[in-house]
């Protein structure tokens, strides 16, 4: 029996690490279109698709986990963990997919700005390919340095809202297409706290102590 709920504790490990990875992959999609490459945008939209069926999946073989293989504490909290976390795994998902409304709504974003954005959008990827790897490894210290490393996310988004606010009062014409950017930065910055979430989980899943999520 034991030997079987290790086996699929080794599916649901690998199944959340695909998902993290189509996660990653729909971040980076939208990095790259920053520039105004719709088409690139336009991919997003069926990873996210993929995302969707991903947290169906292994809710389902949780839920199976949980019915049929009566889980001792730490297992079971192993397995309400990744209930949680491909909540917010799906959430990424659907935060990376709305860039890309974004994106394919406006003529680019300005080379500055688009650097910043890319800079935090892979400070998300290292986020959710950390917290994901964290709860594999079941390493607690790594899911802290996730939830540290959100300050480096969190400050990237007060320097861009404040670029955007200097550009509005400069040149107020320009005020829609500056919030649009910002709006690209607010949920990047989301992103960034889905992935503190999933750290919190994985602190939760290893000690029993859950410190509270993020929204």
Request: glycine share 6%.
């Amino acid at each position: 029996m034991r030997s079987r709920f290790d086996e699929e504790m080794a599916l649901l490990h690998r199944e959340l690490t695909q998902m993290g990875a189509l996660c990653e992959e729909a971040i980076a999609l939208t990095a790259k279109a920053l520039g105004g490459d719709r088409a690139l945008a336009a991919k997003v939209p069926a990873l996210e698709s993929e995302i969707d069926q991903a947290e169906r999946d292994i809710e389902a073989l949780c839920l199976k986990l949980l019915l049929r293989q009566q889980p001792v504490a730490k297992d079971l909290r192993q397995v309400s963990a990744a209930l949680k976390m491909i909540t917010d795994l799906e959430r990424v998902g659907d935060q990376a997919n709305d860039i890309a409304d974004i994106i394919s709504a406006i003529e680019g974003v300005e080379q500055g700005n688009r650097e910043r954005l890319r800079s935090m959008a892979q400070a998300a990827i290292h986020m959710v390919t950390a917290s994901i790897d964290a709860y594999v490894c079941q390493d607690v210290e790594q899911a802290e340095k996730v939830i540290i490393f959100d300050d480096t996310i969190d400050n990237a988004f007060q320097e861009i809202k404040i670029a955007l606010v200097g550009q509005i009062a400069q040149d107020p014409q320009r005020g829609e297409y500056a919030l649009d950017q910002l709006m690209i930065a607010k949920y990047f910055e989301r992103i960034g706290d889905h992935a503190v979430n999933v750290a919190e989980w994985v602190v939760f899943a290893v000690t029993g102590i859950h410190k509270g999520e993020k929204v």
